[in-house]
């Protein structure tokens, strides 16, 4: 049996990446799938500090790689979910201190040890990208509806269809009520423009900032509407049709966001 | 409210001036090609059709869209009636930079800051970039 | 043929030196290039010739939200390359006459670019320009150590967010001491910062400790205007703008009161005390 190694990326920074790796990896976990989420930003990591692990590193990915540990031995695991574990990056270190089959030596090392393995991208499309990209079968690209994560995105699904990885994107900070006033693009309005099939949309949620400064995933918290929303794309992610929710602000004329997929 | 207002009379939502300028841009980082030059390429293609039938040149669209590994061009354009006999075609190639009366706002603004530059990029340099549209596999 | 050494000492006007000033973070999507194109724009409407420079090369979009996107022809590149002369790749902004955008090459990499060369072009433009704002790329790598190579000034954006406070205090480190660096805390939303539920900007600076050159909430209007490529320091109308007419007046000069922190407003003010 061999794991899902899928990368986590947008090309633009700040669109969310880590804490969708911080929150499906979570949610997977509590799906029960054993787990382990890989921080790929060498130099500026922040995985560990969105899961509240900062204060439990011992060894790093870069060490891992120069045989100063074992891969076991730099794996963190989360206090409250015993099948997600996290794999830090290196932060005094920068993107070149690995090489691309490194990188996919350890991916697919932890291939072995659990059911999915995802990977926390760095922004840009250099060496930082290649290094993530290299071990994975499989990718997510994070956008936002915003014209310059769009263009972002758009070069990177050209990099990813390049490689022949499958790409799937995540809508990330929609917020309903500028979609309605015409001030903010549409679901539908991204995926014309990019070609991706549509994996979630997820809300602008002022919570999430919240839940990032106290080190815990939103979706521990079983109230929130974003757990919700997560568990749907952990259920797409498994294979499950599960219909896009409407995510339409109160008015006479919402467009409805959800597309077949 | 003022929005609103604004809206009511005529300035569009800024997301539908977000998709078209994405449309544009991601065209032009796509193939490469000068925004411009796209804007240029579906202005003759309209010219060219409305030789031979009667089109609604205001209600034309002219699209890519990226299909797995190459860029489609979708057009959209209205026919009116068939014309009794077709145009002849317009004299051969246009002379260099011979701005047309209905150019397009961003053709332009773009002729015009050309016309402006000591150094504007030559009818070779433009044969060349949009020869690679025709075969934008290459990308 | 002309000794080409004996001109400088013939010419008696001493070089132009404008200032170079790199906006930096660390973390990606914080709003350096919106913070580049609305400072630039705000220096360039009084009257100051300002050139902004895209050093994201590959992810270029200081041409899209300024909406110039349209006219870029030729970018750093091509200039750096000998493709294109400087004169050809500046591109004049629609708005402000004193302002110029120099694109970044979108369909190379950061790697490309050679550090010195690219050093010798900020030198360059200084000389033709009073502000170079040099918009660079998120992360630490190459195309970090080019934007900042030729500037000695450096603004940092930062979000009060820990993760991008933690990428702007590593920036900070290896921004050197021979810079001056200065902070501006972007997306600041007091309503959540008095609901604890955000780190405030003392929060922020408590932990950077740098002279803090203005303060930006997050506002609606910021998408808008990125949306329509229309830099919101040109709306007169906008506070957002306001508040980057008002870094613009800092790094100036003429304004030397430190930026005031927003707070949230009660119920009663928000009713009363509207600003529209």
Request: with cysteine; charged share 25%.
């Amino acid at each position: 049996m061999s794991a899902r190694r899928i990368v986590l990326t947008s090309g633009k920074g700040g669109v969310g990446k880590t804490t969708t790796t911080a929150n499906l990896g979570a949610v997977l976990a509590k799906r029960g799938h054993r787990v382990v989420v890989v921080d790929a930003d060498i130099g500026l990591r922040n995985l560990d500090l969105v899961l509240g692990v900062e204060k439990r590193i011992v060894f790093d990915l870069v060490e891992v790689v120069e045989g100063r540990c074992q891969l076991r031995q730099a794996l963190i695991k989360d206090k409250r979910l015993e099948n997600l574990s996290i794999l830090p990056a290196a932060q005094t270190r920068d993107k070149t201190a690995i090489s691309e089959l490194q990188m996919a030596n350890v991916v697919q090392q932890l291939g072995e040890l659990c059911d999915y393995v995802l990977i926390d991208c760095p922004a840009g499309i250099e060496h930082g990208f290649r290094n993530a990209i290299a071990g994975a079968s499989e990718a997510i690209v994070v956008t936002t509806p915003e014209v310059s994560a769009i263009r972002d995105a758009d070069r990177v699904i050209g990099k990813l269809n390049e490689r022949g990885l499958p790409v799937r994107l995540i809508v990330n900070r929609l917020r309903p009520e500028m979609v309605r006033s015409g001030d903010m693009l549409s679901v539908e309005d991204v995926t014309d423009i990019l070609s991706a099939e549509l994996l979630g949309i997820i809300p602008e949620d002022e919570e999430v900032i919240d839940t990032t400064n106290r080190g815990e995933p939103i979706v521990l918290q079983p109230e929130s509407r974003l757990a919700a929303i997560y568990d749907k794309i952990a259920r797409r992610l498994e294979g499950d049709l599960v219909p896009f929710t409407t995510l339409r602000a109160p008015g006479f004329f919402g467009r409805l966001f959800g597309k077949a997929s | 409210m003022f929005e609103f207002i604004q809206r009511f009379f005529g300035k569009p939502a800024s997301s539908a001036t977000a998709k078209e300028r994405l449309r544009l841009v991601l065209l032009s980082d796509h193939l490469s090609l000068a925004p411009d030059v796209v804007e240029a390429l579906k202005h003759d293609l309209i010219e060219v059709i409305s030789r031979y039938v009667d089109v609604d040149a205001s209600n034309c669209d002219v699209t890519f869209e990226q299909r797995e590994k190459q860029v489609a061009m979708l057009a959209n354009i209205p026919i009116l009636g068939m014309r009794a006999r077709p145009k002849p075609p317009a004299p051969p190639p246009a002379p260099p930079p011979a701005p047309e009366p209905e150019l397009t706002p961003a053709m332009t603004e773009s002729t015009a800051a050309a016309a402006s530059g000591d150094k504007r990029p030559t009818r070779k340099r433009r044969r060349k970039t949009l020869s690679t549209n025709t075969a934008p596999q290459a990308t | 043929m002309i000794q080409r050494e004996e001109a400088p000492a013939v010419s008696a006007v001493p070089r132009k030196r404008g200032r170079a000033i790199v906006i930096t973070s660390g973390k990606g999507g914080v709003g350096k290039t919106t913070t580049t194109a609305n400072t630039g724009a705000a220096l360039a409407a009084t009257g100051a010739t300002v050139v902004l420079v895209d050093a994201d090369v590959g992810l270029r979009n200081l041409d899209i939200v300024m909406g110039l996107e349209a006219r870029v022809r030729y970018h750093v590149l091509d200039v750096l390359e000998g493709a294109a002369t400087l004169d050809d790749a500046l591109v004049a902004d629609k708005r402000v006459p004193a302002l110029r955008l120099l694109a970044a090459a979108q369909t190379r990499e950061k790697d490309d670019v050679d550090t010195i060369a690219f050093r010798d072009l900020i030198g360059s433009l200084r000389e033709r320009f009073d502000y170079v704002l040099i918009d660079c790329p998120a992360g630490i790598e190459k195309g970090f150590a080019n934007a900042i190579v030729g500037a000695d000034e450096a603004i940092i954006v930062c979000t009060p967010e820990v993760s991008a406070v933690r990428d702007a205090d590593r920036v900070v480190g290896l921004l050197g001491d021979e810079r001056s660096v200065k902070l501006i805390v972007n997306r600041l939303r007091p309503a959540l910062v008095r609901k604890g539920k955000m780190l405030s900007v003392e929060d922020v600076n408590a932990i950077l400790r740098l002279p803090l050159l203005g303060v930006i909430t997050d506002a609606p209007d910021v998408i808008i205007s990125t949306n329509r490529g229309e830099p919101v320091a040109l709306d007169a109308a906008s506070p957002v703008g306001a508040s980057y007419r008002e870094i613009a007046q800092r790094i100036i000069g003429t304004l030397t009161t430190p930026p005031v922190v927003p707070h949230d407003k009660s119920i009663f003010e928000k009713l009363f005390g509207s600003r529209k």
